[in-house]
């Protein structure tokens, strides 16, 4: 059997979930980079997935916290819209995915991790990205480190 370490990944299993929402916690800091937000705007921001499906995962959320898609005010919903559609443009001249998974989970029920604070995922996507790996032995071997990622995508938001 070949093994394929990836030790970062002990760091989500292992995790204690904080108190709080990161949603709110992590634009609230004012450091950026270690947060890694890529984009700040008026109403929604764009922040990494810290436990990635693939490189350039992103998640956009509003400021607010709020759990719903109805509870977003014409502003918020337009802007995050916007900035899904601005993600998508970023990330095929960066990474050239051939495809995206784009999602928003509502309610724990769904699969949302952070269920009280609504967001949408953005997961470029390529032919052959899903392998044994997950099926056999439930771990995602990523390529690149999130400090990579973040570099690679920073300047063009």
């Given at each position: ?88 443009a970023i990330l095929r001249e960066v990474f050239r995915p051939q495809g995206f998974n784009i999602g928003i989970n509502l309610g724990r029920v769904s699969g949302a991790g952070i269920d009280d604070h609504v967001h949408t995922h953005v997961v470029p996507r ?32």
């Amino acid at each position: 059997m070949e093994i394929i370490w990836a030790p970062w990944r002990v760091q989500y299993i292992e995790i204690e979930k904080p108190k709080g929402c990161i949603l709110c916690d992590k634009p609230a800091e004012s450091n950026d980079r270690a947060n890694y937000i890529l984009y700040r705007g008026k109403h929604s921001f764009i922040i990494l997935n810290a436990y990635p499906y693939n490189p350039g995962h992103l998640m956009i959320s509003p400021y607010r916290h709020i759990a719903t898609l109805e509870a977003m005010s014409a502003a918020e919903r337009q802007e995050h819209f916007d900035l899904v559609c601005q993600s998508t443009a970023i990330l095929r001249e960066v990474f050239r995915p051939q495809g995206f998974n784009i999602g928003i989970n509502l309610g724990r029920v769904s699969g949302a991790g952070i269920d009280d604070h609504v967001h949408t995922h953005v997961v470029p996507r390529w032919g052959g990205d899903t392998n044994f790996m997950p099926v056999v032995a439930d771990t995602k071997v990523l390529p690149q480190a999130l400090g990579e990622t973040y570099q690679r995508l920073k300047d063009r938001f």
